[in-house]
C-alpha cells in the first residue's frame, strides 16, 4: 500500500514563500516519478510541477516557472515543492501525486498518468 503524506501548506500573505513536502512509505521511492497538482476551488485539478527518479529532470506549468522549485530526497522519501512570491492565484489545495515508469514532457503533466495520491495540503494565499 502507497502511503503520501502531504504538508507544509498554510496561510501566507501575498510574496511570501512556503515549502511544501511529501512523504511516501510503500514503494520504493526511488523509482517513482513524483508530481504536484493543486485544485482551487470551482476549478478543475491543474499540474504544477514533476521530477524524475533521479531528479535531473524536472518540468513546470508556466504560471509557477521561475517562482516554484521541485526537488526530491531519495534517502528520505521525500519530494518537495519550494513556493516562492507567491500569489493569490496560487491558493489552492496542493496534492502530491507518484507514478512508476518514465517522465517526459510530453506526459508529465496528466493527473490520469499518477497512480497514487496523497489527500492535499491547503496553501491560501492573501492580497
Known amino acids: 500500500q502507497v502511503q503520501l503524506v502531504e504538508s507544509g501548506g498554510g496561510s501566507v500573505q501575498a510574496g511570501g514563500s512556503l515549502r511544501l513536502s511529501c512523504v511516501v512509505s510503500?514503494?520504493?521511492?526511488?523509482?517513482?516519478?513524483m508530481g504536484w497538482f493543486r485544485q482551487a476551488p470551482g476549478k478543475e485539478r491543474e499540474s504544477v510541477a514533476a521530477i524524475s527518479w533521479g531528479g535531473q529532470a524536472t518540468y513546470y506549468t508556466d504560471s509557477v516557472k521561475g517562482r516554484f522549485t521541485i526537488s526530491r530526497d531519495n534517502a528520505e522519501n521525500t519530494v518537495y515543492l519550494h513556493t516562492n512570491s507567491l500569489k493569490p492565484e496560487d491558493t489552492a489545495i496542493y496534492y502530491c501525486a507518484a507514478r512508476i515508469g518514465l517522465i517526459s514532457g510530453a506526459t508529465w503533466s496528466s493527473p490520469d498518468r499518477y497512480g497514487y495520491w496523497g489527500q492535499g495540503t491547503q496553501v491560501t494565499v492573501s492580497s
Open positions: 510503500g514503494r520504493t521511492f526511488s523509482n517513482l516519478v
